[in-house]
């Protein structure tokens, strides 16, 4: 039988191991409230790269017009993106696009930065 210190001392690691499990949970929603829209607005810039590359030689775009309108695609999307890290070039059938950055995320206890490389030309294009 165990005695009432004994048993404050089970309830204690009770509370302990629940207030630990309370704040990983909080640490994943935080994390996935700010992860989440930084992978969504870079997958959906990657989208807006393919289409690019797809359709800029049908709509005869110079490479200047597919960079600016890439860029302004990023800026909409609030990704820390220069206009020089959008490298349009001449492909077979077309153009190719490329675009390689990082995104800092701010989680609170460190900073973490998500690296993204994104590459699409007419053969990559849906």
Do not use: C, W
Request: charged residues 20%; proline residues 3%.
């Amino acid at each position: 039988m165990m005695s009432s210190s004994q048993t404050r001392k089970v309830r204690g690691g009770g509370k302990l191991n629940a207030l630990i499990g309370l704040a990983i949970v909080v640490s994943l929603f935080v994390g996935g409230i700010k992860l989440i829209p930084v992978y969504v607005n870079a997958y959906e810039f990657r989208d807006a790269m393919r289409s690019q590359a797809k359709f800029a030689s049908v709509e005869r775009k110079s490479h200047e017009q597919v960079r600016e309108e890439l860029y302004k695609k990023a800026m909409e999307l609030r990704l820390p993106l220069q206009r020089e890290q959008i490298q349009v070039t001449q492909a077979p059938g077309g153009i190719a696009v490329a675009a390689r950055f990082a995104v800092p995320v701010d989680l609170i206890v460190f900073q973490h930065t998500v690296n993204f490389e994104f590459n699409a030309d007419t053969s990559t294009a849906y």
